[in-house]
Structures are given as C-alpha cells and as structure tokens.
C-alpha cells in the first residue's frame, strides 16, 4: 500500500469551480508539503505544515488554501479556479529535523488538474 | 536564502553511455542535497541526499553525486546508461536549520537511445 496517497488523480474542471485535493499518508510524518509542478519551472511549493496547529505559506499561495484536519490528512482548496492553476500538485511528507539529518521528503502520485 | 540550477532542460545518451545531469547551487548556509527521480504518472523518488557526511554520494540504481563546495555543484552521474533510466530528474537544496523546505530546480529530463 502506498504511504503517502492523493485523491483525485485526475480532475477536470471550470473556471470559477471550488476543488479540493485531498491527501493522506500513514508514514507518521509530522509534516506535510503541497506542491505543484509546471514544465520547465520545477516544483514549487504553495503551502506547508510542520503540525496540525503550524500552516505556513510557501512561495506561490495566493489562490489557494489549505486544512491540515488531522496529523494525516491534509487538503488543497482552490477557492475559484483559474486556467493558469492547471498543473501537477504533489502532496509531501517529512519527519520532522533530527540534529544534522536532512530528511527527505516523501511524495505521493500526484493530481492533475486541468481548469477549463 | 537557497536556489537551485539544473544546466540543460533535457540531456539525451545513448545506452550504456555515461549520464552526467549538473546541478549548481546557492546556500546561505551549509546546504542538505537532493536528486529526486520522476518516472512517467508516477511521484518523486529519492535517488540519493548529500547530509556532509561524505562528498561522494551512492544512490540506488547505480548512480552517485559529488558534493563539491568550491564549485557550489552537486552532479549526478552514472557510468552506463539504461533504458529504465529515462525519466526527469530533479536536483533540490535546503539549508541546514532551514526547516524541511526544499528548493528544487527546474527539472532534466533524461532520454535514453537504444
């Protein structure tokens, strides 16, 4: 079974259609990461949580928001899509910092969302 | 702050070729190195992480990076080229103390000839 899963894998949708991108993961991971990926721009990160009470934006959050509803789970909102949002988002997660070990960071699949 | 540049969109080899995918960086402060792996529909995989333990870094599927300061690289090579090695890979930074946040580059993809 997959530790780190995304749901929807693909979604078609509107302009000015409310989605949400929900992600779950049973590694017990701390914190969690909602990226998107564009050609040519890599990933960037939108928003981030370190727990369930600590969210923080990352360098491309506006249009978006995020609800971290348990140490788990944690969701993307578009709150009024727009076609520019089309994109492959990444769901993330990490242990948390232990003295001078870089934990890396482990991703799920993947959700395209295409907005018409 | 950190930043990351991946020198060449794609890089194309033929099979059983070396494959050497560059990556430079900016730190601040002394650096945590990723290469990540993208195979078609699929999420990121961890190749291999630098953590200043060693220079020469080993990953899986035969391939290893060298964390060299005074050029600010982190290059990952691979002495012979495979078919199940085309992908897009992608070189990511964070800063020691910087919390989990990684800096990526933009991507190579990595396109193998028979």
């Known amino acids: 079974d997959a530790d780190v899963t995304q749901t929807p894998r693909n979604r078609i949708t509107k302009t000015g259609k409310r989605i949400m991108l929900e992600c779950s993961q049973t590694?017990?991971?701390?914190?969690m990461y909602w990226y998107r990926q564009d050609p040519g721009l890599g990933l960037r990160l939108i928003y981030y949580s370190f727990d369930v009470k600590d969210i923080n934006k990352g360098e491309i959050s506006d249009g978006y928001s995020v609800s971290r509803q348990a140490q788990a789970k944690f969701s993307l909102s578009l709150e009024s899509a727009i076609p520019n949002q089309t994109a492959l988002y990444f769901c993330a997660t990490s242990d948390a910092d232990r003295a001078v070990n870089g934990n890396e960071q482990f991703f799920g699949p993947g959700t395209r969302l295409t907005v018409l | 702050a950190q930043s990351v540049t991946q020198l060449g969109s794609h890089v194309s080899v033929s099979e059983g070729a070396l494959v050497l995918l560059r990556c430079n960086y900016s730190s601040s402060v002394p650096p945590y190195l990723f290469w990540y792996v993208q195979y078609p529909n699929q999420g990121l995989q961890l190749l291999l992480k630098y953590t200043s333990a060693a220079t020469l870094v080993k990953g899986i599927n035969g391939f290893e990076a060298e964390f060299k300061k005074s050029e600010t690289s982190f290059h990952l090579t691979k002495p012979s080229a495979h078919m199940s090695d085309a992908a897009e890979y992608f070189c990511?930074?964070?800063?020691?103390?910087?919390?989990?946040?990684?800096?990526f580059g933009q991507g190579t993809e990595l396109s193998v000839k028979p």
């Open positions: 990511a930074v964070r800063g020691y103390n910087q919390g989990g946040k990684l800096i």
């Open positions: 590694k017990g991971h701390d914190r």
